[in-house]
């Protein structure tokens, strides 16, 4: 964790009001696959007010630095995933793709800048072997694992890589954890059966997200 960072952090809050309501109505629009819909005010609300927790988390655990960008963007990414896997059950590429694309310059931006190459190198293996070993459970048990969440988790392990491997594991982790209390509950509250399909994104953002958020604190994972 970084010392705090004020201009930065004002910074990242001043550019999530005014990014937040955009990324609600994206969220709306690709879900809905209506580009005239229009988001809740109570949805642009929580939306922008996630975004400034997790870009200020961002601008805390990475500092002043290229990577910080990476983390900033995947938060925004993340937020419409998950707000449109658990909507319509589905991962647009055009969301997906980008974030890839984004978090992978910034990172060798960083590297470029501060040397961070053993980082830099880190997160590109962990994508792959996060990308490989999720087309082979999606290839086996396709109901499961859709390809969608497949390039999610490619994104995270290039994202939790450059961190370092414990965050990745961790990450992974507390995401299935996540994902199992949710579907208990559902089945608890029988809201869901056993066939049921349940949105896979969300358990696996909220567990990249607690798993940087104990990284930020100094927590050992």
């Known amino acids: 964790m970084h ?3 004020p201009g930065l952090l004002a910074t990242a ?6 990014v937040g309501p955009w990324l ?8 809905s696959r209506d580009d005239a819909a229009r988001p809740s005010a109570v949805r642009v609300a929580v939306t922008t007010a996630l975004l400034a927790v997790l870009t200020s ?16 963007w995947a938060a925004g990414a993340g937020l419409v995933l998950g ?14 793709f980008p974030a890839h694309a984004v978090c992978a310059v910034a990172l060798a931006a960083d590297a470029a800048v501060l ?10 293996i962990a994508a792959a072997a996060a990308f490989g070993l999720a087309a082979l459970l999606a290839a086996l048990a396709p109901e499961g694992l859709g390809f969608g969440d497949v390039k999610l ?7 939790l890589g450059w961190i370092g491997w414990g965050v990745l594991l961790a990450g992974v982790f507390l995401g299935l954890l996540t994902g199992a209390l949710v579907s208990l509950v559902l089945l608890a509250t029988r809201r ?30």
Do not use: C, E, Q, Y
């Open 153 to 159: 988790l490619a994104l995270l392990g290039l994202v």
């Open 83 to 96: 707000a449109v896997d658990l909507a319509s059950h589905r991962l647009p590429d055009r969301v997906t």
């Open 24 to 31: 609600a109505r994206v969220a709306v629009r690709l879900a």
């Open 192 to 221: 869901a059966g056993l066939r049921t399909a349940v949105p896979f994104a969300p358990p696996l953002l909220t567990g990249a997200v607690l798993a940087l958020a104990l990284a930020g604190s100094g927590s050992p994972i």
């Open 3 to 5: 010392l705090a960072h």
């Open 115 to 124: 040397g961070s190459w053993s980082a830099l190198l880190r997160a590109g």
């Open 57 to 72: 988390g961002a601008v805390v655990l990475a500092g002043p630095r290229p990577a910080t960008l990476a983390l900033a």
């Open 13 to 18: 809050v001043v550019v999530s009001l005014a």
